[in-house]
């Protein structure tokens, strides 16, 4: 890994519930030494990637991250694609809608949307990481990732996040071959205790898988019923995605999602 890659991935341990750091827990967090973990945040300061709060010397995100992003949205606005998408899906289905997208080998959330149908809903964080052996968005990607990046992804160890999540590589490789057979990814407390959810891969122009949408409920609303019409939804939010920004279906997935929607009343 050249300085570069180094530097930016120290970025990677700032989320929502610790938006600052200081330089001993990034040191401790990434592995990286204090002296080497100091200097690479100081390019990084240096760029406006990150910058330090004066009274207590800890890091966070710094603005040049925003100008980016903001750049990034004007070039390629899916986030903006995304959320009419999202609301329609969340109001078709009665429950919390959203999008990932595949960003350097991690699934980050891009968008969601809320039902109002329910004061129980599922809640989702602004650019949340998720887990590829956790979440049925993970499967949904992971199913669908090249041979040679799946497995480098289940080589890492695979924390578990509830009691119920899959952390032996035969397992989740299983369930990745059920999500092929099938079309589309379904777990349950894998994530989240009492939560369900249903997810379908989503591709680029390429064809290669670029993220994932999903529909997220309480697992006692997620029954057969509720599943046969929210993955036929869900469905028809993919195909409308992927047609907004050119991405290509393969072959034999799209068959299946076709079999899936004629056989749904």
């Not at 595949?102 to 964080?125: D, F, N, P």
């Not at 071959?177 to 589309?184: N, P, S």
């Amino acid at each position: 890994m050249g300085t570069t890659s180094k530097a930016l991935s120290l970025l990677e341990y700032f989320d929502r519930t610790q938006p600052v750091i200081g330089l001993s827990d990034l040191a401790r967090l990434s592995g990286v030494n204090k002296a080497t973990c100091f200097r690479l945040m100081s390019e990084l300061v240096e760029h406006g990637l990150a910058e330090q709060i004066t009274e207590s010397r800890e890091y966070r995100i710094g603005p040049a991250v925003l100008r980016l992003a903001a750049l990034r949205e004007a070039a390629v606005p899916l986030r903006d694609l995304a959320m009419p998408i999202l609301q329609r899906l969340a109001q078709t289905t009665g429950e919390t809608a959203h999008m990932s997208h595949l960003v350097g080998g991690r699934l980050a959330t891009l968008a969601y949307a809320y039902s109002a149908a329910h004061a129980m809903k599922v809640m989702m964080e602004d650019a949340e990481v998720l887990p590829f052996h956790a979440t049925s968005s993970g499967y949904a990607v992971l199913a669908h990732m090249t041979p040679p990046l799946a497995e480098a992804i289940l080589s890492q160890p695979l924390a578990p996040v509830t009691k119920s999540t899959p952390v032996r590589a035969p397992d989740v490789r299983s369930r990745m071959a059920e999500v092929r057979r099938l079309g589309h990814a379904r777990t349950a407390e894998t994530f989240e205790a009492d939560v369900a959810s249903l997810a379908l891969p989503l591709f680029d122009a390429r064809g290669a898988v670029s993220g994932a949408i999903a529909v997220a409920a309480p697992v006692t609303r997620m029954l057969p019923s509720a599943s046969a019409r929210t993955l036929t939804a869900l469905i028809a939010a993919a195909r409308e995605a992927m047609a907004g920004w050119g991405g290509q279906i393969p072959d034999e997935l799209d068959a299946l999602w076709r079999q899936t929607q004629e056989a749904t009343p």
